[in-house]
């Protein structure tokens, strides 16, 4: 917390420490008793022995508002406590886990929102007995249900965030991923709700105490002395005045100071983000030597993702490639071709809703078995991610968790892998090996305090940080400018040298990127695909129009993105009938319309599924 932070917090902190140490030292302080009565002084004025002036009971208003605010402010804090963290726990499970556990977490505290907040008072009075203890309890049921769909909501919304399953990527444990990602990114919403249900739960102790079926006379409570005051308001309207300014005070006091403390706490909101800055352009690298296309470290054979229900349509449709140890095997389509979705179901990370109807992700270990990652059980799965297999994904702003300093979630891909010992110098050697030019300040850095390109770096750095044997790469230089792009291209290329056997799947929509650093392409078009080769073949003499297009819209020397070529990629439940490229394609004829095409082998290592590939030729 900055300096800036803590000046923003002083006035109503300061106020709120007041109001406490106050409520905590009454005790102590020269006060007459709250419950003597003086029927003698009964509705007396203030006065230099009574402040505030005497109740209905000649009891002194001064010391039953200061005794009051501890009984009150105990109930509603200690109601509020117990609301939070039970409601926050259903909401987070209920939010991350969804299914059966959302049933029994969220949707059951919202049950208990439907009864009315009295009546269900009422019910666990009758049950319990009237009493502070009753009361915290009742106020407590009252409240989780809030913070249940509060941090239910904001759970949903952080669970599909990047960052999330960067983290699930790295192969985290669920229960950190909840406590060191999701916890803290839900926390602002959740302090600002606190606040407002010890404000609430301060009016409801006020109105519960009012009616009788809160604090027990004669112990002083705001509520009770807005409840004697209000049958001689006539007589002395101050007496009324007093419990209600100290209430309002005192929820004002803490909505302000919950206010604030959102702000502090949430790192985005402290600083301004450093603008990038372009570093020493990097020397692209040579581009690599095809490699052979011998299977060897992973096959994805005949995989098919569809969208929920029976007639599900296909978005990835009987796609099948091979990669080799040490090869870098580019995937390049425009979007909508499925390219993202195949690296998501190789990873086991496809968006709830989707699922894999059909094929095998065959990954071969060290001893040469070949495992089959789609039916493998998720926690044989998540000791895979981060270890063997590893991703980077588009945008590093998005897929860093903003709250954590860069150091710790680079930390957390070693610590989910078991690492204890010298972690923190692990981490800093990481970042300087992906060029991050102060690695030890870099990792006290927030990740808005990084520019673009040096987030990505910080990504990188966490996937190879347990030298993976198939690093996936969805676009990572798609979210930075084109000189941060080439520097981040020329570092991966460069772990890759250095990782000997590790292969890399590398997902773009743009063909310059995959003449830099891919050994073979496959190019995918509305979920299918449609060539594959090795770059220097397809691109000396590309088999498919689609291929070829794609080559025409990029000017030379240029990167362009791809959708110059005119028309749109087909939606998946409006697929043609035949070639599904027809609509788009200067070359169809009337039989690419009646049947799709199969894919064909025009030559030793090249497929194509286009019925003229020869007069391409
Ligand atoms: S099969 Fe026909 S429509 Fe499809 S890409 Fe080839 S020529 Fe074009």
């Given amino acids: 917390m900055g300096h800036g932070g803590l000046r923003r917090l002083a006035l109503p902190g300061g106020l709120l420490a007041g109001i406490l140490l106050l409520a905590l030292i009454t005790p102590w302080l020269p006060l007459p008793d709250p419950v003597r009565q003086d029927i003698a002084g009964r509705l007396a004025a203030p006065a230099a022995a009574h402040w505030l002036g005497q109740d209905e009971y000649g009891r002194d208003v001064l010391s039953r508002i200061l005794w009051g605010a501890r009984v009150s402010l105990s109930v509603a804090f200690a109601a509020s406590l117990l609301a939070a963290v039970a409601g926050t726990l259903l909401g987070i499970l209920g939010g991350y886990f969804r299914g059966v556990v959302e049933l029994l977490t969220v949707r059951v505290a919202e049950v208990v929102l439907c009864f009315p907040p009295l009546l269900l008072a009422l019910l666990v009075v009758t049950l319990l007995g009237p009493g502070a203890t009753t009361l915290i309890l009742s106020l407590a049921i009252l409240f989780a249900p809030g913070f249940a769909r509060v941090a239910y909501a904001e759970t949903l919304s952080a669970r599909a965030l990047d960052y999330v399953t960067a983290q699930q990527a790295l192969g985290a444990r669920s229960g950190r991923i909840l406590i060191r990602t999701l916890l803290p990114n839900i926390a602002p919403p959740l302090i600002v709700q606190f606040s407002l249900t010890i404000a609430a739960a301060l009016l409801l102790e006020s109105g519960l105490s009012f009616l009788g079926l809160g604090v027990v006379p004669p112990s002083p409570s705001w509520g009770l002395m807005i409840r004697g005051a209000r049958a001689t308001m006539e007589q002395a309207p101050l007496l009324l005045l007093w419990p209600c300014l100290a209430l309002s005070g005192v929820v004002l006091v803490l909505n302000l100071f919950c206010d604030r403390l959102r702000d502090v706490l949430d790192p985005r909101g402290r600083t301004q983000g450093r603008p990038g800055f372009l570093r020493r352009i990097a020397a692209l690298p040579t581009p690599a030597s095809p490699a052979s296309a011998v299977p060897g470290l992973l096959a994805v054979e005949g995989l098919t993702v569809a969208l929920p229900g029976p007639a599900g349509a296909p ?303």
């Fill in 315 to 617: 978005l990835v449709r009987d796609v099948g490639f091979t990669l080799a140890p040490g090869e870098t095997l580019a995937i390049v389509g425009e979007s909508g071709s499925g390219k993202t979705m195949t690296a998501l179901a190789i990873m086991g990370l496809l968006p709830g809703e989707l699922r894999v109807v059909s094929g095998r992700i065959l990954l071969t270990d060290d001893d040469g078995r070949a495992r089959d990652l789609l039916r493998l059980p998720e926690q044989a799965l998540r000791r895979l991610r981060g270890n063997d297999l590893a991703m980077v994904f588009q945008d590093p702003s998005a897929s860093l968790n903003p709250l954590l300093r860069v150091g710790v979630q680079v930390a957390e891909s070693l610590h989910a892998h078991g690492a204890t010992e010298d972690v923190q110098a692990r981490v800093v050697a990481l970042l300087r090996e992906v060029g991050l030019p102060d690695p030890e300040r870099a990792a006290r850095a927030y990740p808005h305090e990084l520019s673009g390109g040096q987030r990505q770096r910080v990504m990188i750095a966490a996937a190879v940080a347990n030298q993976p044997r198939l690093l996936l790469a969805d676009e990572p230089t798609t979210a930075l400018d084109v000189t941060v792009q080439a520097q981040i291209l020329a570092l991966l290329a460069a772990l890759k040298r250095a990782g000997g056997a590790m292969g890399m799947v590398f997902v773009t929509h743009n063909l310059a990127v995959v003449a830099e650093i891919a050994d073979r392409l496959v190019v995918m078009y509305a979920g299918e695909v449609v060539e594959e080769g090795p770059v220097t073949e397809v691109f000396a003499a590309p088999r498919h129009p689609y291929t070829a297009a794609l080559m025409a819209s990029m000017p030379e020397g240029e990167a362009e993105r791809l959708s110059a070529i005119p028309g749109a990629v087909p939606q998946p439940w409006a697929m043609p009938a035949g070639c599904r490229f027809a609509p788009r394609c200067d070359f169809a004829i009337e039989a690419c319309r009646t049947a799709p095409p199969a894919l064909v082998a025009p030559a030793p290592g090249r497929r194509t599924r286009c019925l003229r590939w020869k007069e391409l030729a």
